[in-house]
């Protein structure tokens, strides 16, 4: 049991990604980066592989899936000497529990990763997580063209929107262990997307491969060992700044949500906002308080309907003090949704249109927060970090090319910034005075980058 409470408070530190090899030699690739948790496919399982990761600090972890005999699985994962098992799928209940309890007695650390709807959000579980996500990127169409948003700017493929309201609604660290779409290979610039995707809103993608490249990365394919070394250093960037990841969203605009409100889907309101640029406070409708909406100046309620008679009165004493307050169209409710959907389908995003024109007409050229410019292949995250008062402003580039003359507009006057870059050392900012507070031009963002300000003078 002690062995397996140590695994469990080192679960925020671990750094995971799936590794198709049982080859001792390949974990010289993964000690080039901050790597230290590795998935491993029941075709790769050795206990030589597993013994030789242990010696460079790396754990190891047995997938097990709900086909064949999982628990057969769970009793072979216990012989080979394991740091402990994924659980990744819609398993049954009683099964679930059967293999918690095998894997449990054999000390092995237990991670659940299966539909949206299963993750535990009410905190009994120090990590949360699913394997289910859209691929991160610009949305292409079939002739080539970018699909628009409906701010007009490029459709980004984002699962920020759904992670923004799981991390509201627990303080469990929180994966997400999408892979690439099968049959397709990817440059190494679709993977530092998908590290930056998940990491500016505080949690971890579990990096994985397309099968090309994990082929030609094994056989040392220079290029890939290069691409895989950028990627290292942007897992290191996210990494050498823990802080970032305790910080809390700094937004004038609060988004009411739950799980029967689309809260658990990409693509949603939550996603169309991001595309502006607007700062959002993701609110869980259990969290709903005064204190939940002290912040706010707007708040978008999706379902009105769902909210109880003290949740309905919180509202309305908001806006008795001068809130703007946005809801669902009248007599509406959010679709049931079906077992593992995670992406609105066509006519709920018909619906939710009505929401977002009202919603863009009211902000329109409002800083709610923060604006930016010049950001149309990008998407960002408005953070404070409550012990410093300092701010963060987290890009992430989805474009394939470097994005320069990056204008961000922050509310309140800062005297201090840097800007942090993967693999390079901090820079200083100097800001000037707007309108609407202080002003800071950023020369370039190839992939990921943070703007770190103030506090406030």
Known sequence: ?????????????????????????????????????????????????????????????????????????????????????????????????????????????????????????????????????????????????????????????????????????????????????????????????????????????????????????????????????????????????????????LAQLALVEDADSGALLSGGVLDMIATKHTPVRAIPKQHLDAKALAASQMAVNVDPSSLTAAQKDTLAAFTRAGGTLLTGPPGWKFPALAKGQITLEKDDLKKLDDIWRELNSLTGRKNLGARLFNVSSMLSNLLRISSSGQVLVHLVNYSDYPVENVTVHLLGKYATAMVYRPGSAPAPLSGYDVEEGTGYDIDQVSSVATLLIGPQR
Request: aromatic share 8%.
């Open 1 to 249: 049991m002690f062995l397996a409470l140590v695994a469990l408070a080192a679960l925020p530190d671990l750094v995971p990604a799936r590794w198709p090899s049982a080859a001792p030699e390949t974990l010289d690739l993964v000690r080039m980066t901050p790597v230290n948790c590795l998935l491993i496919e029941q075709e790769h399982w050795s206990s030589a592989f597993n013994d030789e990761a242990a010696k460079s600090g790396i754990s190891t972890f047995a997938v097990i899936r709900p086909i064949g005999d999982p628990s057969a699985a769970a009793r072979k994962a216990a012989i080979l000497h394991f740091t402990g098992a994924v659980l990744e799928g819609s398993f049954e209940a009683a099964q679930s529990q059967t293999l918690h309890e095998v894997l449990g007695a054999a000390k092995l650390t237990v991670i659940d990763l299966g539909l949206r709807s299963e993750m535990k959000l009410d905190g009994s579980s120090p990590l949360v997580g699913t394997y289910q996500g859209v691929w991160p990127g610009i949305q292409v169409e079939h002739d080539g063209s970018t699909k628009a948003a409906p701010s007009g700017a490029a459709w980004i493929d984002t699962n920020t929107g759904f992670l923004r309201f799981v991390r509201a609604s627990t303080t469990a660290t929180v994966w997400i262990a999408n892979q690439p779409p099968a049959g397709e290979t990817f440059p190494p610039s679709r993977y530092l997307q998908a590290i930056g995707d998940a990491a500016m809103v505080g949690a971890r993608w579990v990096v994985s491969l397309d099968a090309e490249y994990s082929r030609k990365l094994l056989a040392n394919d220079k290029t890939a060992v290069a691409g895989w070394r950028r990627m290292g250093e942007v897992l290191a960037f996210y990494e050498a700044h823990k802080d970032w990841r305790t910080a809390s969203p």
